[in-house]
Each structure stands twice: as C-alpha cells, then as structure tokens.
C-alpha cells in the first residue's frame, strides 16, 4: 500500500507538512507488522492497512483540491498529470528493487511451480493489478496465502485504481465557485454506494469484498471527505484532544477486537476507518502519541518498512522458522531493512531525480519496470526454468500436484451439483462420503477393490462433513448431506459405505481462533459443550441413518501437519535434512480426542467399523508428512495419491468378507 509519506508538497521542509499523519502512520504500520508477525492479542492489526486507506483518500483530496484551487482550467489535465508523475516517482523505486530482489533470490530457492507464480505476482504488483490476481487464488487469510511473496502488495493495487478514478470525479466537478460543494456530494454518495457494496459482498463473497476497489474505496473517501470537512470545519483547541483520543480508542480497539474470521471490510471496518478519520479532523499536531522521536522516525520509513515486512515474514514461513524468537528476529530484520531502504532506495531515488529531467526519469523508471516485467515472461515461458535446481528439489516441489485428476470433476466445492463419478468396473462396489478427506482417499478405495468390475462411488462435498442436520452459511452443504443420505437409501444392501471427515476440524476450527464453520439446531459464536454436543450427536446419527441401510466404516481422523508438507519437504532435501513435517502422537491425540470419542459412540451404538490409518502414516511416536522422503500429502492436510497407495491396504477389510455378510452380521449387531 502506498502511505503518501514524501509528496512534493508535503516534506518536512513545507509548512504543510503533518506530524500528526506522519505519526498516524506509525501506528498503522505497527499494527500490520505485528499482526503478520503473530505478536499475540494483535489480533486485528490487519486493519493498519485500512487507516493507511484513510490516510492515502486524505492526503489526495488535500494536494488535487488545494492545486485546482492555484490552477486555471486549461491547467486540469496537466495538474493531473503531475499528480501521476508524483506518484509514480514516490511508489516505483522502491517497489522495483523488492520485486527485483525477490526474482533474484527465488532463482536459487524456489520451485519451478512456486517461481513461476512469483513472476505473475511480481507482474501484477508493478502494473497495479494483484488485487485482482490475488482474490482469483485464494483469500487473504487462506494458509496457502502465506506462500504469496508479494501478498501485502493487493492495497497498492487497490490504492492506485483510486488514483485513477477518483482524482478524475474530482476534476471535472470542480468549480471554484461551487467551493467544493459538487466534488463532496459525488465522493459521497460513492463512499456510500462502496459501503454498501462492502456490507453486501462481506457476507456473500468475503474474498472479493477484501480485494477488490469498489468494495475498498469507500475506505479511501472517507479521507477524501474528512479533507472536505475540515475545510469547513475547525474543531475548538479545547475539543482537540478528546475527539483525537476517540479517534485513537477506535483506532487501537480494532487492532485488539477484530480477528482473521471477523467479516471484513463491511460494518466492522467503520470503527478504525472512523478512528483514523477522527484523528485526522482533531489537528493535534503536537500530540505526544504521533509526535515522537519514535512514532516520526516510524511514520516517515512505514512505506519502506511495509513493502519489506511481508517477504520476511514470507521467507520465515519458507523456511519453517516460526517460533517467537524466530518471529522476533524478524521484526528486528525488517526495522533493520526499512531504515536501510529508506535511506538508499527512497531518499536516494528523490534526489537523484532532483537532477534529471521528467523524460530522463520517466524513461528510466519504464525501463527498470519493463526490464523486471520481462524477466517474470521468460520465467512464465520456461516455466519457472526447472534445470536451475536439483531435479528430486524440483520433483518433491510437484508432489503439490500429486492429486486425483478427476478431483476437480468429483468433488462438489460451494454449490451443490449433483455428484455421483465413480472409479473402477461398471458394478457399485463402495460409497465413499465426506469432505475433502474423504475425495482424497478415493482411489486408496478404488485400489482395494478386490474385482476389477466393482467400482467406487463418490459423494463429496468441501468443508461439509457427514453430519445429519449440518447447516452451513453461503454453501449447499445441508442440500447435499440430506441428498445424500436420502440416496443412499437406493443403493443396494450388500454395498459398503465409507464416511471420512476432517471432524476435528468443525470441533476444533480449521485455525486456531475460527469460530464454528457449521451449526445445527442454532448457531453459535463458541464452541461451547452444547455445541460440541450437538456435533457429537450429528455425526452419531448420520452413521447410524446409513447404517440401517448398509454396512458402514468410518476412517479415524487424518493427522494434519501444520504446513504445506511438498515445501517443507523440499527445504528439507535441500538442508540434507531425511524427514519433512511431522506431528506428536501427543499432538494428534489431543486435537483428535473428541473425534474419537464420538466415532467409538457411533461403533457401539450402531456397529459402524473403525479404520485406523495411523499405523500407515505413524512410527516411533510420530504421524510423518513424508514416506521415505517424498511427500505424502498435498497441502498441509490432505492425502496425495502417493499416499493413497500406501493406505490402500486400509480399505480391504472392508471387502474381507463376502458383502451380504457383512451386512448380515450388521443387522444382527444392531
């Protein structure tokens, strides 16, 4: 995000240079660095980034109004032009050099695939679009987005799409006459057609209400219309400081209050936006919480310091380094680097370009910035050059690519489509169900099957577990849990079902902190015991439903590795490391006592068979993420098709005995 830290117009050196924003910006940028660096309780300093929208909406207003105001008509378009010029000269700089070092360094560290996406990346920051590209992979919060080495880059984006639009609504509604009066009523009615975009999009789309400009921009106007305000309003010296400390009360409760899961930027985000709008309209410009030694040498380096911080924190999540002393240190690196960019990127660039003509610099900035977009085409092309690095590096990278072909054919994700692939022979052999857990162990099943003309059939559904009643906010999921045990109904008896869930996920949260993803007779904030009652049941009656109609086995819970186990192995290799990711058997206990708990219930209350996989996948006290070197899942969670083969054995039990059997003795048992 761009802070607007050195306009022309607004250095120290200028009367109108403001102490207080330059303070303001110390604390937003704190607040993000801390939060990315996982300092605990700051949990919403993610909504830094919003107060520096507010800044940026401000300080724009301020340097279009106050230059239209010295202007002549025919002044306009090259008033906005150098207002462009500006901004470009104050952003690109350093932003080339970050994205630079980047391509540089993943050269020598990064997998063809990981490499490859870091071109794109690096492409959509300096052409002010990875916004967009960023909201088509994943959400900002996702842990696949802790790979994204130029995430934090989506609000400069956002920042200079504002540029170039809003400056453009105020240019030809100017009139010195009017004083303003046409400008405020546009900017406002968009503010407020954006904030209700953003309330809107919150709830049905939060990755696109996150990223995109018109969910954004109201963000951005509400500076724009405090600069309006304040030309028309001064607050009495006796008020100053109670509207700044509101406006900072507001400020610091977000960084505390809010947390990765809270719907944002919708109605939340009004109280830091309303925060920084405060403290901007109190005027304090001799605050002893902006103007310090500490919160101004802060304020004048948060762009340099924010443009570094992220691939920090990228590089420690790369190498696996996250303790607090790791996460520490890299606080202390960033502070390090910010202050040397600052000095040699920054204030160098400024008075370089203090000497050279508008051409020359123009020029030059184009070809440093078409040069990098170059390299990021060829790196594209060659497809992230694979021949760089040792070839069992590259191929563990791959491993994330390790999945059933037809997964993205079988597996229901969002809306409900009717599933129904199957895999094998022409006859119904076995139904598997479930999440995603259960689509990755199909074809361990299909492997199983002790005829070629028996098949496997899949019923699966993203993050909806086979629980009876599950509810479930913007998705299908109760649609396809209750499809889906009214249809099997229509199987035939002597066909076996198998559930597999990621239970301790809906128990516990996919992430720490992630409030319930599913409910039932009610919704809950808390997973309070009647909570945890309810799911227990759920999943007890679901088993129990099926199981009056066919034989059925449920697979203990997958242990989870906490990180995305093809790069860690990677790193692994590469350190001359055996083993990649692993977890206790002490940890996989205790995040799966409850999810045991309730499968055992199920076993006594209806026959349902437990398989275990563990004795697959765990040795000497240790669930591993890798088998003799190579990884065994995809992601941090789920099986791979490597892994597949190795828990196939698994599956036979349930084709040990002939199926009418089984069946047979099921009734019996019940």
């Known amino acids: 995000m761009q802070y607007n830290t050195s306009h022309p117009i607004l250095t120290k050196e200028n009367e109108r240079f403001r102490a207080d924003i330059n303070g303001l910006r110390a604390w937003a940028v704190l607040a993000v660095i801390f939060y990315h660096f996982e300092i605990p309780w700051i949990t919403g300093g993610f909504s830094g980034v919003d107060i520096f929208f507010v800044i940026s909406g401000f300080l724009m207003a301020k340097i279009i109004i106050e230059d239209l105001e010295k202007s002549t008509y025919p002044q306009r378009f090259k008033l906005l032009l150098s207002f462009y010029f500006a901004r470009a000269k104050r952003i690109l700089p350093t932003l080339i050099v970050v994205c630079s070092t980047l391509i540089i360094l993943g050269w020598f560290f990064l997998g063809p695939i990981e490499y490859k996406t870091l071109a794109k990346h690096t492409t959509s920051a300096l052409l002010f679009f990875s916004n967009i590209q960023l909201q088509q992979e994943a959400g900002y919060f996702d842990i696949s987005s802790q790979e994204k080495w130029l995430l934090h880059t989506w609000s400069l984006a956002v920042e200079w799409q504002f540029y170039l639009v809003i400056p453009l609504l105020i240019l030809f509604s100017w009139t010195k006459n009017s004083k303003g009066k046409a400008p405020t009523i546009i900017l406002g009615s968009t503010l407020l057609l954006s904030l209700l975009a953003a309330i809107y999009y919150t709830t049905t789309d939060p990755n696109k209400a996150f990223y995109i400009f018109p969910t954004r921009a109201w963000e951005i106007l509400s500076g724009s219309l405090t600069f309006f305000i304040t030309r028309k309003i001064k607050p009495k010296e006796k008020h100053k400081k109670l509207i700044e400390y509101s406006g900072f009360s507001l400020v610091i409760f977000s960084f505390f209050a809010f947390n990765k899961y809270s719907e944002w930027p919708g109605i939340n985000a009004i109280i830091p936006i309303l925060g920084a709008s405060l403290i901007i309209f109190s005027e304090r410009f001799d605050s002893p919480l902006t103007k310090n030694i500490f919160t101004q040498w802060l304020g004048t380096r948060s762009y340099s310091l924010y443009l570094w911080h992220w691939p920090i924190v990228a590089t420690l999540y790369f190498l696996g380094s996250t303790t607090p002393k790791e996460l520490l240190t890299g606080i202390i690196l960033t502070i390090i680097i910010g202050a040397l960019s600052y000095r040699y990127i920054e204030e160098a660039s400024r008075k370089f370009f203090k000497k050279k003509s508008p051409t020359k610099i123009i020029t030059l900035i184009l070809t440093s910035l078409f040069t990098v977009i170059i390299c990021d085409k060829l790196i594209a092309s060659r497809k992230g050059y694979p021949d760089r690095l040792p070839e069992k590096y590259v191929q563990i990278l791959n491993e994330v690519d390790n999945i059933n072909p037809r997964r993205s054919e079988c597996h229901v994700s969002g809306m409900m489509k009717t599933p129904g692939c199957t895999f094998g022979g022409e006859q119904i052999g076995a139904l598997v ?238």
């Open 433 to 670: 169900i479930g999440d995603s857990h259960a689509a990755s162990i199909i074809t361990a099943v299909e492997n199983s099957l002790p005829e070629k003309k028996l098949n496997v059939l899949q019923w699966t559904f993203s993050a909806c577990p086979t629980f009876k009643g599950v509810k479930q906010e913007n998705t299908a999921c109760s649609s396809f849990i209750d499809w889906a045990l009214e249809k099997q109904k229509e199987l035939a008896p002597q066909v076996p079902v198998i559930i597999m869930n990621e239970t301790s996920a809906y128990i516990h949260g996919f992430s720490h902190g992630q409030p319930p993803t599913v409910y039932f007779n009610k919704k809950y904030t808390e997973r309070t015991p009647e909570y945890l009652k309810e799911l227990r049941n759920a999943l007890i009656d679901a088993a129990c439903e099926i199981s009056k109609y066919h034989p059925v086995f449920m697979v203990r819970p997958i242990p989870e590795m906490k990180v995305p186990v093809p790069a860690a192995s990677a790193r692994a290799f590469l350190l001359g490391k055996n083993n990649g990711p692993s977890i206790s058997i002490e940890e996989y206990q205790e995040r799966n006592r409850l999810a045991w708990e309730a499968q055992d219930a199920a076993h006594e209350k209806c026959g349902v068979t437990i398989l275990d996989p563990l004795p697959y996948l765990c040795r000497d006290d240790k669930c591993y993420g890798t088998k003799d070197g190579w990884p065994i899942y995809y992601d941090d969670n789920h099986l791979s098709e490597r892994a597949a083969k190795i828990i196939s054995p698994l599956f036979e039990r349930v084709f040990q005995r002939p199926l009418q059997t089984q069946k047979s003795e099921k009734l019996t048992t019940q």
